[in-house]
């Protein structure tokens, strides 16, 4: 199938870019913030892409990144996400902020995508929380590998879990305290207190 394409744009509208590929128009089905971060007509672009197959339609969509692209092929995994709703999530959450979501729970961030009502939320949540740890060992897992003081990742991830719960018991939403607690998480802390001051500094 088609990895990739490189190329120049042609033109882009809110959800379509026709790339000119040594004179041949490729059209790739692109979300909005894609489409708001490709560069103007006549500059050169590389797409990478999936080919999404029915008994009556092919249609080509497009993604500026990998990550996202793997992304899209692990989200229409789940039952009742279609290529459109897939690339709709993309294009109101980031990359990070889709993992942030679904490590944390929160189905009201993945909601916000068109189409997609909280019950396909919670089923992307559900079916894909132990697949994107897999996919991305973040970097809280890998530090708490390394804290002397704790002797197995259970107790890290305890740790960090009461962290998360004290931020959203403030009023801030479960993906913004769990992007917190990550990003505060160095490898240095045994104790939930010390890491909650850390993650709230930079909530800040």
Do not use: C, W
Not at 45 to 59: G, I, Q, R, S
Not at 61 to 67: A, D, I, M, T, V
Not at 170 to 196: C, H, I, M, R, W
Request: glycine fraction near 8%; aromatic fraction near 6%; hydrophobic fraction near 45%.
């Amino acid at each position: 199938m088609i990895g990739f394409l490189k190329g120049t744009v042609e033109f882009v509208t809110e959800d379509t870019l026709l790339m000119d590929v040594s004179g041949v128009g490729f059209e790739l089905k692109i979300s909005t913030s894609t489409a708001s971060a490709l560069p103007s007509a006549g500059s050169p672009v590389t797409m990478y892409t999936h080919l999404a197959v029915k008994e009556d339609d092919m249609t080509l969509y497009g993604f500026l990144r990998r990550e996202e692209l793997e992304l899209f092929k692990i989200l229409i995994t789940v039952s009742g996400v279609g290529p459109k709703s897939a690339q709709g999530i993309l294009g109101v959450l980031t990359p990070d902020d889709l993992r942030f979501a679904i490590m944390s729970g929160d189905a009201k961030s993945i909601s916000r995508a068109p189409g997609v009502g909280s019950r396909t939320a919670q089923r992307i949540i559900l079916d894909l929380k132990a697949k994107i740890a897999d996919m991305d060992i973040s970097a809280l897992d890998k530090a708490a590998g390394a804290l002397e003081g704790v002797s197995t990742a259970g107790a890290a991830q305890n740790m960090r879990d009461e962290a998360v719960e004290a931020l959203t018991a403030l009023g801030y939403s479960a993906t913004e305290a769990y992007k917190a607690v990550k990003a505060a998480d160095n490898g240095e802390f045994t104790d939930p207190q010390a890491l909650l001051k850390e993650a709230l500094k930079r909530m800040l």
